[in-house]
């Protein structure tokens, strides 16, 4: 979001308002030109990277039910009688493609869905990814392959999307992007809100406004709409980002507030990733029990659909887990032995910590699935008025003129005005969220760096200008 780039004082009869009572102006006046000044200049440098990542999100929100539309024929089939075993589908699946290794299987989660046997280490397929192999539940036909990535099952068209986003298809120094920008999206929206507040009514108001004055006014109301939104989208997109998601995980470990991790080591251990079939009788020596058994005791375990099931590796066990993200979230997962079907280790969501559950919560509500379509809608909404916000602000940036085609520059020395009993708490604050969010702190020091020697250098020439304490 951008600034109100006006240098005028709050009672500027120019901009139809009148003079702060008495006793108002304590705090807020010199504090006010330097909200302005980080608003306007966060706005102008860091709008491009939130163009980026608010046109790739809108494009994200809306890519889950263009997905369901581009691959309708693998996702679904005509409804049958009854299903097939897993183990089954799975054998169908592997005759079709034997290339790779099962990594996990997603039974049909309702009627008419398709089932999916996820394949690692296929040539050609990304090593972070899976083959998805879709299989008719009650026929068996396979009804094709697709590229699978993450948790949630983006197939190539929601991937290709996501990945644009998230790090512009540059790898991990491209998520220095996504980074930056949801590292000031906060910044600029409380701002703005707090500028637009610091107005008087009569200068809030849209009606018979005209010019650079009617931009603004725009510009704030939709901002202060947005800004709830933009918040929370803010803060989610922190908790998994590179930096500044590091240090949230150190927070959450030691205040003992991690996501609970599933013991999946089989007590009676071997190697039994090979016996995906029907499997012998449980507690067999040297037997593996098998999908469908591994199945049935997830269910006795409340395990509601839909769940993924991975088969053993090395020494662990099955593990079952709920894959639904929408509300209310499944997230219950088991560990099964191999050899004797024995549950032997259990999660349930309703168990997470505090922390661990509003973490799950809200990247779901980032990435559009804890609310489902209405989620999605919410988030295009929120995408389209950031937008919006970047667009209105460059036009005020154009239409200030005078001075340079580009606007004329905010005075500097606005935080000269500060009293030391606020500038100092507000100088630590500054540096606590600077240590935590690396690409807000690192940035804002070099602007300040930069803003000090071309001021320096503009006061050597005789034109430096101060703000004025309005």
């Given at each position: ?318 593990v079952v887990r709920q894959i639904q993200r929408s509300w209310p979230e499944k997230q219950d997962a088991v560990a099964i032995d191999p050899a004797t079907g024995e549950v032997t280790d259990v999660v349930r969501f309703a168990d997470y910590p505090v922390l661990a559950k509003l973490t799950r919560w809200g990247i779901d509500a980032h990435t ?46 606005a935080w000269q005005k500060v009293p030391p009993q606020v500038l100092v708490p507000l100088m630590a604050a500054v540096a606590v969220l600077g240590y935590f969010v690396p690409l807000l702190g690192i940035p804002l020091v070099a602007f300040l760096a930069l803003d000090i020697v071309l001021g320096e250098y503009a006061y050597r020439r005789g ?8």
């Amino acid at each position: 979001m951008s600034v109100e780039p006006a240098v005028r004082t709050p009672g500027d009869p120019q901009e139809g308002g009148r003079p702060d009572p008495p006793g108002t102006r304590s705090v807020w006046a010199p504090l006010r030109p330097l909200v302005r000044r980080l608003h306007f200049y966060a706005g102008v440098l860091i709008a491009p990277f939130l163009l980026v990542a608010a046109t790739t999100g809108l494009l994200y929100a809306a890519s889950y039910q263009v997905e369901k539309i581009v691959y309708a024929e693998e996702l679904r089939v005509p409804v049958g009688g009854s299903e097939l075993p897993v183990s089954r589908q799975v054998t169908a699946a592997r005759e079709a493609h034997p290339e790779g290794e099962v990594a996990a299987v997603r039974p049909s989660p309702e009627d008419g869905a398709t089932t999916r046997v996820l394949l690692s280490g296929v040539p050609g397929v990304n090593p972070d990814h899976t083959l998805a192999v879709f299989v008719d539940p009650y026929t068996g036909e396979v009804t094709g392959a697709l590229e699978q990535y993450g948790s949630t099952g983006a197939l190539p068209l929601r991937t290709w999307i996501d990945e644009l986003h998230r790090d512009l298809h540059l790898g991990q120094p491209g998520r220095l992007y996504s980074e930056l920008a949801a590292s000031w999206l906060w910044v600029t929206a409380g701002g703005g809100v707090v500028l637009w507040f610091g107005r008087r009514r009569a200068r809030r108001r849209i009606r018979g406004a005209t010019g650079r004055r009617r931009t603004l006014s725009l510009h704030g109301t939709v901002g202060v709409w947005a800004a709830a939104g933009l918040f929370f989208v803010s803060a989610t997109g922190l908790t998994w980002s590179t930096y500044a998601g590091q240090n949230v995980t150190e927070l959450r470990e030691a205040v003992g507030q991690t996501t609970p991790a599933l013991d999946a080591g089989s007590s009676s251990g071997g190697e039994h990733a090979e016996h995906m079939g029907a499997g012998a009788p449980a507690g067999a020596p040297g037997e593996d029990i098998g999908l469908d058994a591994a199945l049935s005791t997830a269910r006795a375990e409340r395990l509601s659909n839909p769940v993924e099931i991975v088969p053993p590796a090395d020494s662990s066990g099955y593990v079952v887990r709920q894959i639904q993200r929408s509300w209310p979230e499944k997230q219950d997962a088991v560990a099964i032995d191999p050899a004797t079907g024995e549950v032997t280790d259990v999660v349930r969501f309703a168990d997470y910590p505090v922390l661990a559950k509003l973490t799950r919560w809200g990247i779901d509500a980032h990435t559009g699935v804890l609310f489902g379509l209405l989620n999605q809608l919410v988030l295009v909404a929120l995408c389209s008025g950031l937008i919006l916000l970047i667009v209105l602000g460059y036009r005020m940036w154009w239409q200030r003129g005078r001075g340079s085609a580009f606007g004329r520059p905010l005075p500097r020395g606005a935080w000269q005005k500060v009293p030391p009993q606020v500038l100092v708490p507000l100088m630590a604050a500054v540096a606590v969220l600077g240590y935590f969010v690396p690409l807000l702190g690192i940035p804002l020091v070099a602007f300040l760096a930069l803003d000090i020697v071309l001021g320096e250098y503009a006061y050597r020439r005789g034109r430096r200008s101060y703000a004025t304490a309005d």
